[in-house]
Each structure stands twice: as C-alpha cells, then as structure tokens.
C-alpha cells in the first residue's frame, strides 16, 4: 500500500511539473489564480486594482479552506467523506454561517412535506390577510380615481 | 462579462478533488456530492472573503487590494488559523517573483549577447558572397 501512495504522489508531482510551464514549478499552489480572480471581480464593491500578492493569498487561503472542511467532515464519520457530514459541521460551526444556505442538512420526504404543510397553513392565514388588505387597496385606488375625475372636470371647467 | 459562462465562476472540480484527498488519510472515500459541495463552499469562500477584504481596503482609504488587507480580512471573518502558513507562503512568493525577475534579466543579457553572436554570423556569411 505505501508503494501505491508513493506512486501516486510521483505522478501528481509529474503532473505538476508538466502543467508548470513557470509559477507552479516554484510555487505549490494548484487553484487557477485567473479563474479565483474573475470570482473576486463579482464582488459589486471590489475595489479597482487587486495585488498579485493578494490574488494569491486569496488562492491558497481557499486551498486551505478546502483541506480544513474536508478535514472536520471527515472527523465526524471516517466511514467516508459524505455530505450528511458535511452538511452537520457547516451547520454546527459559527464561524461557517455563510455556508448555511449553500450546504443545508438534508432532510426526510416526510420532513418535507411537514414543512410545507406548515408554510401552506401560514400562506392561508396571510392569505385572507393579503386579500382585505387588496381590497382596502382597491378601494383606496377608487376613490383616488375619482379624486382625480373631480379635478379633471374642475380643470375643464 | 455577459459572455461569461458560468462554468468560468466555478473551481476546476480535479483540483479540489485533489486538495481533499490530500486533506483526509489515503485511504479514505470521499463521496462525490461532498466534493461538489466542497466546491461550491470554496467559491462562496471567495466571495466572502473577497467582500471583507474589500470592505477593509476601502476603510484604508486605498483603491489597490493588497496581501495584507486580505490577512487582516482572515482574521476579521475568524480563519486567523490560516494566517501564520499564509504569511510563510506569502514570503515564498515573494522570493520566488524576486529570482523570477533576475533570471529574466539575465536571459535578456543571453539573449542579447546571443543575438549578437547572430548578427556577427551574417556579416561573416555576407563577406562570402561578396568574395564570390
């Protein structure tokens, strides 16, 4: 077994060396620093310039990012890297709240159906809400429409 | 940025294969949806810590994002862990974009020294003629 990590650690650096035409041969970053820094220029606030030095303290931030949650999801179950795990310790750690709506817990048919048997009661109740308060509304624009009707005629006269 | 596809916001899913199974024993399984979920948290990572790193230069007062907005941004958005590695990878860089430049002076001056070696070649090849 240790020949075959061995092996496929020879090849990976073959690979590096192959694909490194001149950073990656020096530098052991593999994330893409092109493809990272047209993500950053999503941002609707980012600033005009970014440092190459900061494009890559953002790359190999991520890198580490990667090894880091792998690391603690796999922690939770070593049967296997799975997503039930995954999901538990996005949804257990504070400081990875920004990853609770893109990694949610999974969730039983049965659950679902719960949950969207409580959302429909809740849209029922709101419901009639919505439909007196559309009727005020619409009452409301009468009488607005008739305001305007009176001044018009006022302006005709 | 309309012609973007939206494969181009996504990390290339072989290298993030790869940094997880670095990151967990040799031998271990790692599920294909927890690698695409692995991925799609590394881009929303970027984001996020794009945002603060943005958020923190524009407090500075700069319009160039620097290494060192983005190590304060770390630890602003608590991943302070990472930042000590970063900073020895930062000098690495550093030195690595310092002999990347000599070496490039240095080929320049070959290249030069080279090109006038050509140049004497012709002027030799150019007396023959002459000659016939």
């Known amino acids: ?157 | 940025m309309s012609d973007d596809k939206i494969t181009d916001l996504q990390l290339p899913l072989s290298v993030v294969q790869r940094l997880i199974k670095e990151a967990i024993p040799p031998n271990a399984i790692a599920k294909q949806e927890a690698k695409l979920a692995i991925a799609r948290a590394a881009s929303v990572f970027i984001l996020f810590l794009t945002s603060s790193a943005t958020d923190i230069t524009s407090a500075a007062n700069q319009k160039t994002m620097s290494a060192n907005h983005v190590l304060t941004a770390l630890k602003d958005i608590e991943f302070e862990s990472f930042v000590p590695e970063l900073e020895k990878a930062l000098e690495n860089y550093r030195n690595v974009m310092k002999s990347k430049k000599e070496k490039k002076l240095n080929d320049n001056s070959a290249n030069k020294a080279a090109e006038k070696v050509d140049d004497e070649n012709i002027e030799d090849d150019v007396e023959l003629i002459d000659d016939d």
């Open chain 1, 1 to 157: 077994m240790a020949t075959e990590d061995t092996k496929t650690a020879d090849t990976s650096d073959d690979k590096r060396q192959s694909l490194g035409n001149s950073k990656s041969r020096y530098l052991d970053n593999i994330l893409p620093m092109a493809r990272i820094k047209k993500i950053m220029k999503m941002d609707p606030n980012i600033t005009d310039n970014i440092a190459n030095e900061a494009n890559y303290m953002i790359c190999t931030a991520t890198e580490y990012f990667i090894r880091y949650l792998s690391r603690e999801a796999y922690n939770l179950d070593k049967k296997a890297l799975s997503y039930q795990s995954l999901a538990q310790y996005v949804q257990d750690e504070e400081k990875l709240d920004f990853l609770h709506q893109i990694i949610p817990n999974k969730i039983t048919v049965r659950q679902y159906k719960k949950i969207l048997k409580e959302n429909k009661d809740k849209v029922f109740d709101s419901g009639s809400d919505v439909s007196s308060s559309s009727e005020e509304e619409a009452e409301e624009e009468q009488e607005d429409e008739e305001m305007s009707g009176e001044e018009e005629s006022e302006d005709e006269k």
